[in-house]
């Protein structure tokens, strides 16, 4: 039996993209996303949520491997947003990470053309806990002045990796990062850098 | 004292009132049925679905009816409503060399298989107003036709060119999704499909002058009428789930397949080259004209210099959409007062520039 | 229903047999569970039946089509001033009067906003009423007059006066979308300027209009830089509103629907307009206060009151005026 999808096709589909919006509008200020899904495990209600909302026949979706080792995983995304599943990160339009510490390098994604940098990969990260106010320090449209925001747990060499992201602008990945009942956003366009204490 | 304009809303219901006042005409007039206008009309309801791009000629015919007899009003409606249409999947291609023919009429031979079948043309007819029309009657049924032996079998022109290699194959089918211009922005260079989409809902004037101009010079093609056709041809679909196609019904298309300007070189041997129209309906003027400008608009595929409107592919399909023009074109009725405004400023300052620069020239002078 | 719910499905006004056509106008509930497929198609006359906007999807468009334009947003906002390619619907109102504004509102808009709607500035303008109307049909959400109030803003030509404020968005109606449209007609060519980041001749061509006139001539759709990168078409607004745009705590969201183009500005980001070190950008400016609340420093209608060449200037944003005479302030009233 598969888990239901959302309550309110409409009004879910639309708070789970305003609270997605909101958080690439203002980079790293945490937005609240309260899903109310219960997806199959590993799968988390926030990566279901985003999922859903934004995802179709029309966007192919690559799963990291803990979510494609679950079939469960794969066969509730296929029956509720209809959107072809990929093996290959640089066909993807959006990919989900249940594990941003083994997350492939990010240059392996879909980097969008010079013409069209829209057709990037947008990474979605699913965190234990996302806390602002602390970490990494992130400048760029949508930031007044300086924000700040910690990821639990951070990838390796994430800073080093996201630094080589923003210097092919306009060219780049956009991330939106879940955490239990919050998303944030770390769109190509932000500049981040290590937080000194 | 001046108060501020108000009452938008209220202007706007007395409009809308206004409009249905107008439409309906005189009372004492009877109403038009939309099955009067469907029968009666049938040409503009074609041309309404063509451009439209939705065949049902009940809707286009009420659309007709809302619109008090603008086309391009009706296309609007029917668009509006098209849009919100699910969709089930692509048909089957309909097979044209199997139409059921009204009318069949080739340029470039005297004879063929399955004969010239004149049928419903305003061709030969003398163009003098019929008053008798203007009293209701009956008209005489017209003469059933002799049979022919080949009736039932009318082969497309441009398929017997081919047979012998004188026309350029008709490209294959490579089972590629065929892209839908109304799903996905256009992404130029547009391949052939696409424009051919843009082209059969195109606005007829726009399509007819651009097609007129090649004749003319601005992008000759050599054109013969290899074949126009019109009838009834069978639509199928293939549910995924079945595998076999299932008959959706039956639908009045017009076919013209022009045959133009040949080409070959040292290498290959010269063979004609093809345009091609297709539309909803019975309109030979709206498929002719679009087998011109879908073979102009192969210059650059057939090595031909690109350098009248007919042929450039960005400047048609941008131009053709009635309704992408008639909105932009009458949008300027909207206010633009703010941006007036600033135009007024500048204008104003850039005079009192000029008259105060020419006095003091002229003072200088003095 | 699909199974996979990716097609929702909902009955249009016209074949709407067994719907209950008799919705009342801004009763438009919300629905847990999109409506059944649309009945079949009747043959004859019974289709013309009056319109009820009951039968639309929240806010008309359908899920897929929102979902689509929702992802164009994103993408929009990450890459900010760069242009994305949407499949625009055709709309049952007409290019040129809002259709990209509409499609971009209707994606954004949830049951809990307060829509403001302006044209030219002001909220009674037709095409304004019009659009807000639909709207308030079509999803039922409030609407309001007061830029303060508002959660969403749809404008043509205006900026209001009234600054906005964090968690505001403004969606602007958009008629050419591509600022080098007018120096290189084909979509094929800016494209690759874009790609480039080559402006040369947008500023080759406001120099040429200072060794005309002395002056830029551009008034309005005045181009400007976005976060160091693109350039971008403000949408027809007066110069007069670029200031508004640079660092706007609101999101700003922009839609063409005929040239099918949503592209966006985030809060707090550069939005530079182009100038020289020898001719810097410069707004409009008014020699008279508004008649009626005396405000200045804010964008004016001229009003002509006669053939005699007596005319008025008033607040060009009728909801700032208003509040403002709310407030006490009065203008002269009078004439110049």
């Not at chain 2, 400047?315 to 007036?340: I, M, R």
């Not at chain 2, 850039?350 to 006095?359: K, P, V, W």
């Not at chain 3, 183009?261 to 070190?277: G, H, K, N, Q, W």
Request: glycine letters at 10%; one cysteine or more.
């Amino acid at each position: 039996m598969l888990a239901p999808g959302f309550a309110d096709p409409v009004h879910d589909a639309q708070g789970t993209f305003r609270a997605v919006m909101d958080a690439l509008a203002r980079p790293g200020l945490p937005q609240r996303l309260e899903a109310g899904l219960n997806p199959p495990a590993p799968l988390t209600p926030e990566l279901a949520a985003i999922a859903l909302a934004l995802t179709d026949a029309d966007t192919p979706v690559w799963l990291d491997a803990g979510l494609a080792a679950v079939p469960e995983v794969a066969a509730y995304l296929r029956f509720h947003t209809g959107a072809p599943l990929t093996d290959s990160p640089a066909q993807a339009a959006f990919a989900l990470i249940r594990d941003p510490a083994r997350c492939p390098p990010l240059a392996r994604f879909a980097q969008g053309t010079p013409a069209y940098p829209d057709t990037a990969t947008t990474l979605v990260f699913a965190l234990d806990a996302l806390t602002s106010g602390e970490g990494l320090r992130l400048t760029g449209p949508g930031i007044d002045g300086t924000a700040r925001i910690a990821l639990a747990p951070q990838p390796d060499s994430f800073v080093a990796q996201l630094a080589a992201n923003r210097s092919g602008f306009p060219l780049g990945l956009d991330l939106i990062l879940t955490a239990p009942g919050r998303v944030a956003g770390l769109p190509r366009s932000t500049a981040v850098t290590e937080g000194r204490a | 004292m001046y108060v501020a304009v108000k009452g938008g809303e209220a202007a706007i219901d007395n409009a809308h009132r206004l409009l249905a006042e107008a439409r309906r005409g005189d009372p004492a007039v009877p109403e038009l049925t939309v099955a009067q206008i469907r029968e009666q009309m049938a040409l503009l309801v074609d041309r309404v679905m063509a451009e439209g791009s939705l065949y049902d000629p009940d809707l286009a015919a009420l659309a007709l009816k809302q619109a008090r007899g603008d086309v391009v009003e009706a296309v609007f409606l029917v668009r509006a409503y098209r849009t919100t249409l699910p969709r089930f999947g692509a048909s089957a291609p309909v097979d044209t060399g199997a139409m059921a023919v009204a009318r069949r009429v080739s340029a470039t031979f005297k004879d063929l298989p399955g004969g010239q079948v004149l049928g419903p043309t305003f061709d030969y007819t003398h163009r003098l107003i019929d008053f008798a029309l203007a009293a209701e009657g009956e008209t005489e049924p017209a003469a059933e036709a002799e049979p022919r032996d080949d009736a039932g079998t009318c082969p497309r022109v441009t398929d017997l060119l081919a047979q012998d290699g004188l026309i350029e194959p008709s490209p294959p089918d490579d089972g590629a999704p065929v892209g839908d211009l109304t799903r996905e922005p256009v992404d130029y260079p547009a391949d052939r499909a696409l424009r051919l989409q843009a082209l059969a809902r195109g606005d007829e004037g726009f399509v007819l002058g651009l097609g007129y101009s090649t004749q003319r010079g601005y992008g000759r093609t050599h054109p013969f009428v290899g074949e126009i056709r019109v009838g009834e041809v069978a639509v199928d679909f293939v549910p995924e789930e079945l595998g076999f196609p299932v008959p959706l019904g039956r639908i009045r298309l017009t076919e013209c397949q022009m045959v133009n300007q040949f080409k070959g070189s040292g290498t290959a041997p010269p063979q004609f080259t093809r345009g091609y129209g297709l539309t909803f309906g019975q309109s030979e003027r709206k498929a002719m004209a679009m087998a011109l400008v879908d073979r102009a608009l192969r210059a650059e595929e057939l090595g031909e210099p690109v350098a009248s409107p007919a042929q450039d592919q960005e400047f048609v399909l941008a131009h053709c959409d009635s309704l992408q023009a008639t909105g932009f074109v009458e949008h300027l009725k909207l206010p633009h007062y703010v941006d007036f405004q600033a135009e007024l400023e500048l204008v104003r300052r850039l005079r009192a520039e000029f008259f105060r620069d020419s006095d003091s020239v002229q003072e200088a002078a003095e | 229903m699909s199974a996979t719910g990716t097609h929702e499905l909902f009955p249009s006004p016209l074949r709407g047999g067994g719907r209950g056509g008799g919705g009342a106008e801004g009763t438009t509930e919300p629905r847990s569970a999109p409506p059944p497929p649309p009945a079949p198609p009747r043959k004859g006359e019974e289709r013309g039946r009056t319109p009820s906007e009951a039968g639309y999807n929240f806010a008309y468009l359908d899920e897929g089509t929102k979902r689509m334009i929702r992802r164009a947003i994103l993408k929009a906002i990450a890459v900010p001033g760069y242009q994305v390619p949407f499949a625009s619907r055709e709309m049952p109102m007409p290019y040129g009067w809002g259709t990209g504004g509409v499609q971009v509102t209707a994606a954004v808009l949830g049951r809990a906003d307060v829509l403001k709607v302006i044209d030219q500035g002001a909220d009674d303008t037709t095409n304004a009423v019009s659009i807000r109307r639909f709207f308030a049909r079509t999803s039922g959400v409030a609407t309001t007059t007061r830029t303060t109030e508002a959660t969403i803003i749809q404008t043509r030509h205006r900026i209001p006066e009234t600054p906005l404020r964090e968690g505001q968005i403004l969606v602007y109606q958009v008629p050419i979308p591509e600022p080098l449209r007018f120096l290189e007609p084909r979509e094929t060519e800016t494209r690759q300027l874009h790609a480039l980041a080559e402006y040369g001749s947008m500023h080759v061509k406001l120099y040429e209009d200072i060794s005309r006139h002395g002056h830029i001539a551009t008034t309005y759709a005045y181009p400007v830089e976005v976060a160091g990168r693109y350039v971008m078409d403000p949408s027809p607004t007066p110069k007069f509103d670029n200031p508004k745009m640079d660092h706007s705590p609101a999101l700003q969201l922009f839609g063409a629907g005929r040239e099918r183009r949503i592209y966006a500005v985030p809060p707090y980001t550069s939005v530079r307009s182009l100038d020289f070190e020898d001719h810097p950008f410069r707004v409009q400016r008014f020699e008279h206060p508004c008649a009626l609340c005396g405000a200045e420093g804010v964008y004016l209608d001229e009003m002509l009151l006669d053939d005699a060449g007596r005319r008025m200037f008033v607040c060009s944003d009728t909801d700032h005026c208003e509040g403002r005479r709310a407030d006490g302030h009065v203008g002269t009233g009078e004439a110049v």
